[in-house]
T-cell receptor, first 116, second 107 residues
Framework: GAVVSQHPSRVICKSGTSVKIECRSL??????MFWYRQFPKQSLMLMAT?????????EQGVEKDKFLINHASLTLSTLTVTSAHPEDSSFYIC????????????FGEGSWLTVV | AQRVTQPEKLLSVFKGAPVELKCNYS??????LFWYVQYSRQRLQLLLR??SRESIKGFTADLNKGETSFHLKKPFAQEEDSAMYYC?????????FGGGTRVLVKP
């Protein structure tokens, strides 16, 4: 099946710095990618929908200036957490949809972010 | 707004026993429902979708629009079914997830 890879799988950063998480579709082109956030023992919360070549669509309550999303190619989307704070510590998951396949969505393995 | 509810956070059953994971949704449009599974240390993966009406790994789920439910069932649970299960509602390109149910199948 299709593979979505996230990097890094774990990252620790200092408060006030920025950190970038990459999401790649390894063997298919993804016109649409999604970024989720998951707190411990809680469900996945959709943060934003990222379309190649256009601005991301953010869900209500998600600060777009804090969570910068770039989808520069059909195989790569990045999430940059700017001026990170400890409350941004979470598990971030991306997923990618194969174009024209309805809702066939493949998930990355997730990235643990710890802000100290 | 769409919403997905999984009332049970944890289901513990013995091997060979039936297991049913409940899922209820609220959505004013025509729903597309999914079950995703996450095994230990693995990524989330699609288990089944209601439009396929198929059985995967012995699991089935029937969409009941009258009760707005999409419960997941398996008549005889196996130890390898121990995992986290998420019900999801698809609207357009988006997926809205329920809170998840952890299934523990004891030997």
């Amino acid at each position: 099946g299709a593979v979505v890879s996230q990097h890094p799988s774990r990252v620790i950063c200092k408060s006030g710095t920025s950190v970038k998480i990459e999401c790649r579709s390894l063997d298919f082109q993804a016109t649409t990618m999604f970024w989720y956030r998951q707190f411990p023992k809680q469900s996945l919360m959709l943060m934003a929908t990222s379309n190649e070549g256009s601005k991301a669509t953010y869900e209500q309550g998600v600060e777009k200036d804090k969570f910068l999303i770039n989808h520069a190619s059909l195989t790569l989307s990045t999430l940059t957490v700017t001026s990170a704070h400890p409350e941004d510590s979470s598990f971030y998951i991306c997923s990618a949809m194969i174009g024209g396949s309805g809702n066939t969505i493949y998930f990355g393995e997730g990235s643990w972010l710890t802000v100290v | 707004a769409q919403r997905v509810t999984q009332p049970e956070k944890l289901l513990s059953v013995f091997k060979g026993a039936p297991v049913e994971l409940k899922c209820n949704y609220s959505y004013s449009g025509s729903p597309e429902l999914f079950w995703y599974v996450q095994y230990s240390r693995q990524r989330l993966q699609l288990l089944l979708r209601h439009i396929s009406r198929e059985s995967i790994k012995g699991f089935t789920a029937d969409l009941n629009k009258g009760e707005t439910s999409f419960h997941l069932k398996k008549p005889f649970a196996q130890e390898e079914d121990s995992a986290m299960y998420y019900c999801a509602l698809g609207t357009g390109n988006k997926l809205t997830f329920g809170g998840g149910t952890r299934v523990l199948v004891k030997p």
